[in-house]
Antibody, heavy 117, light 107 residues
């Protein structure tokens, strides 16, 4: 079955760039949309954005200028980069399969990212 | 952005109870609504899409209804495994948004 395995650092310094990668197994990465969603401790879910292919991606307007989501089909991976992070970006970050870009049906295990010096 | 508001924020109920959670959108989203269940320390699980379509493997005691701006998630007879936090999510606009969540607690 489809599995998403996340990787990346759990601690990022303020003003630096958060980088996470999600490796997809058990499915063809090129036929789905892939998303990132985050959840600050004790709070609700926030959609960060999604990518379909190298030319198709969308992101949350509130984060748009800081977000880059990309896909590498040769490695069956997609990635998130969030620049100029602050403490407000501290959250559990999930990589997710977005069925037709709409609903989120397969989730990674989550990566807790703390922004702190 | 389309704002999603859930009520109540917390709901206390007993095993066997019938419970309903409401989700309201700040503008019409037709039937483009999903419901998720999240347990502590776990990723959310998709329960319902298109307002009322149950995902494969989800028990039939879960049901969803609504269209436009008002939606409901109903659990017909609460089971111990159902105590969790529930989120609604709209996908009418490209900027996907979630409700703030409803925590379902044991009374």
């Amino acid at each position: 079955q489809v599995q998403l395995q996340q990787s990346g650092p759990g601690l990022v310094k303020p003003s630096e760039t958060l980088s996470l990668t999600c490796t997809v197994s058990g499915d063809y990465i090129s036929i789905y949309y892939w998303s990132w969603i985050r959840q600050p401790p004790g709070k609700g879910l926030e959609w960060i954005g999604y990518v379909y292919d190298s030319w198709s991606s969308k992101s949350n307007p509130s984060l748009k200028s800081r977000v880059t989501i990309s896909v590498d089909t040769s490695k069956s991976q997609f990635s998130l980069k969030l620049s100029s992070v602050t403490a407000a970006d501290t959250a559990m970050y999930y990589c997710v399969r977005a069925r037709s870009g709409r609903t989120f049906d397969i989730w990674g295990q989550g990566t807790m990212v703390t922004v702190s010096s | 952005d389309i704002q999603m508001t859930q009520s109540p924020s917390t709901l206390s109920a007993s095993v066997g109870d019938r419970v309903t959670i409401t989700c309201r959108a700040s503008q019409s989203i037709s039937g483009w609504l999903a419901w998720y269940q999240q347990k502590p320390g776990k990723a959310p699980k998709l329960l319902i899409s298109d307002a009322s379509s149950l995902e494969s493997g989800v028990p039939s005691r879960f049901s969803g209804s609504g269209s436009g701006t008002e939606f409901t998630l109903t659990i017909s007879s609460l089971q111990p495994d159902d105590f969790a936090t529930y989120y609604c999510q709209q996908y009418d606009s490209y900027s996907r948004t979630f409700g703030q969540g409803t925590k379902l607690e044991i009374k």
